[in-house]
């Protein structure tokens, strides 16, 4: 089954593009058709990084939001419908929750043989456990949740793992996966060239050009990113 993702946590500084980014790799490695769309408008860098797959969306209006589902309208050359990704700017929940219900899109969706996944993406504070519980109470039942512990914002989860929050997200099949870090100089560099990761570890020359051992260990990250991602209900 094909699957739209919307990768959130409302919050900002969480990682929410990061985690986009890597689903997005990892849909083209694996070979997987994906459309992305891209919900911050000051940043946009899950556009800038995979521009020729993400571009831009307006999510303060259902006509914005109607072009996210109106990718499963068209027939793909393939023969099979795409799966979509949705980096999710902050303070999105609101115009998103309302989109979502007034559509029926979960029920549309699940008509259409596509999985909705909602991806919560949190660091290590309170916050982000408060606003997983704000999530599952919006939704409830119906879509998946998949909680990130992005180990890069933080390394002590033990307010989200003994929380209530992630109790009702895991009593609704909800899935918890941890989002190893990344050394950071890599990253930063990757980001200065506005690069996907593949063209990071490819590309060889020029201003911040990853070195041999920094290539290998973007390499390694990924492959342990999309072991993880193995067991998820991506399509």
């Not at 920094?214 to 067991?231: F, G, H, P």
């Amino acid at each position: 089954m094909p699957s739209i993702n919307f990768i959130g946590g409302e919050k900002g500084g969480v990682g929410k593009s990061v985690v986009a980014r890597v689903l997005a790799q990892y849909f083209i490695d694996k070979g997987r058709g994906f459309t992305g769309f891209d919900t911050d408008r000051s940043h946009t860098s899950f556009a800038r990084f995979y521009a020729d797959f993400a571009a831009p969306v307006v999510v303060d209006s259902y006509e914005g939001l109607d072009l996210i589902a109106a990718v499963f309208e068209e027939e793909p050359a393939t023969g099979k419908l795409p799966n979509v990704i949705v980096d999710l700017a902050a303070q999105t929940a609101a115009p998103l929750a309302r989109w979502v219900k007034d559509s029926d899109l979960v029920s549309l969706m699940a008509s259409m043989g596509v999985t909705v996944n909602l991806w919560h993406v949190a660091d290590a504070g309170k916050d982000s456990v408060d606003l997983l519980d704000r999530l599952v109470g919006t939704y409830g039942a119906g879509p998946n949740y998949i909680v990130v512990k992005n180990m890069g914002r933080g390394s002590d989860f033990s307010q989200l793992d003994a929380s209530a929050a992630l109790k009702k997200a895991l009593a609704l099949g909800g899935h918890v996966i941890e989002l190893a870090q990344l050394h950071e100089a890599s990253m930063r560099k990757i980001d200065r060239q506005n690069a996907s990761f593949w063209a990071a570890i490819t590309h060889k020359g020029g201003e911040d050009t990853l070195g041999m051992l920094e290539r290998q260990r973007v390499k390694t990250w990924l492959k342990n990113c999309y072991s993880t991602l193995d067991a998820l209900p991506l399509g």
